[in-house]
């Protein structure tokens, strides 16, 4: 071995530090036995057993090169290197506890918020009770709703303005990863009044696609599904930008809308609107969370995206 080489035939101040350092659980082992005095007591307080501890010392005792504990039937005593390199220890095992105070103070003001951006559909039918529960699991976190069209969730993502996100489009917007949730239907409604009310045959889908109709603005999910299904869309008799404005005017008669069929159930079931059905198209469509590719939900965020899916 030449003078520059370690014990162990590697050159001196070689390697990286977790190669040369011992680990924390050494180290606080170290400790327990300078304060104890006896190689079996720090064993049980740290919950290892004795040959365990016995090990762990001879194995901190090889990397270092030197000895640390002197071993005798009256219990264990540090040697000189052993007291110096526990000194060393201590204020290692400090500057790591003081590191995990401050992660756990980041986590803990990251699970005390929590910023979600839904498509109009989700948030004005599904997340109010999910945050409710949610709430019951978390009441010490904060939580604003940011609610737009699909394509505006994407945004609010990408550019780190929302922690989680759901849509009701075709297809996972650009950039995100995505988990189904649910499944939806979009239904052809109208007003009683409408000659459409008292049809006694099911529309076709060059009727409906040739019809103007009170719709959402473009990047909503139901439009997106509605055009790709129809193969095309005729220009809108109005166009709204909210699930809620377009069902107020298709009751008042202005004229008729397609609509999910979780934002209609009321008004269906009290007859200030009539289904109208539709033979040889496909209106489902899926329910979608979505978060920034390559980073999954965690804290809160995880915890209600569990939720939708209880």
């Given at each position: 071995m030449s003078e520059a080489e370690g014990p162990g035939g590697q050159r001196e101040g070689t390697g990286t530090l977790a190669h040369r350092v011992p680990d924390l659980a050494a180290l606080e082992l170290l400790l327990a036995v300078a304060r104890l005095g006896s190689l079996g007591a720090a064993a049980r307080e740290v919950g290892i057993t004795q040959p365990?501890?016995?090990?762990?010392?001879?194995?901190?005792?090889?990397?270092?090169?030197?000895?640390?504990?002197?071993?005798?039937?009256?219990?264990?005593?540090?040697?000189?290197?052993?007291?110096?390199?526990?000194?060393?220890?201590?204020?290692?095992?400090?500057?790591?506890?003081?590191?995990?105070?401050?992660?756990?103070?980041?986590?803990?003001?990251r699970d005390s918020r929590l910023r979600v951006a839904a498509s109009m559909t989700i948030a004005e039918y599904l997340l109010p009770g999910w945050l409710l529960a949610l709430h019951a699991e978390r009441p010490d976190t904060a939580v604003s709703l940011l609610a737009g069209n699909s394509a505006r969730v994407a945004e609010l993502l990408l550019s780190g303005e929302a922690d989680l996100g759901f849509v009701e489009g075709l297809s996972v917007?650009?950039?995100?990863?995505?988990?189904?949730?649910?499944?939806?239907?979009?239904?052809?409604?109208?007003?009683?009044?409408?000659?459409w009310a008292r049809r006694r045959r099911p529309l076709s889908p060059q009727e409906l696609g040739e019809t103007p109709l009170i719709l959402r603005e473009?990047?909503?999910?139901?439009?997106?599904?509605?055009?790709?299904?129809?193969?095309?869309?005729?220009?809108?008799?109005?166009?709204?930008?909210?699930?809620?404005?377009?069902?107020?005017?298709?009751v008042s008669g202005a004229g008729p809308s397609v609509l999910s069929e979780l934002a209609v159930r009321?008004?269906?079931?009290?007859?200030?609107?009539?289904?109208?059905?539709?033979?040889?198209?496909?209106?489902?469509?899926?329910?979608?969370?979505?978060?920034?590719?390559?980073?999954?939900?965690?804290?809160?965020?995880?915890?209600?995206?569990?939720?939708?899916?209880?």
């Open positions: 365990a501890a016995s090990s762990r010392v001879r194995s901190m005792e090889r990397q270092l090169g030197v000895a640390l504990v002197d071993r005798s039937p009256r219990g264990s005593r540090l040697t000189d290197a052993g007291v110096l390199v526990t000194d060393w220890a201590r204020r290692v095992v400090e500057a790591a506890a003081a590191f995990d105070a401050g992660a756990r103070a980041l986590r803990d003001r917007p650009a950039g995100l990863d995505a988990v189904v949730i649910g499944h939806d239907r979009l239904i052809v409604v109208t007003a009683p009044g409408h000659p473009r990047g909503s999910g139901t439009r997106q599904v509605l055009d790709a299904a129809l193969g095309g869309l005729a220009r809108p008799l109005i166009e709204l930008s909210s699930t809620t404005a377009v069902k107020a005017s298709a009321e008004e269906l079931a009290l007859r200030r609107l009539v289904a109208v059905p539709v033979e040889g198209v496909s209106l489902r469509r899926d329910l979608r969370a979505v978060w920034p590719k390559g980073h999954r939900p965690t804290g809160p965020a995880r915890d209600l995206l569990a939720l939708t899916r209880a």
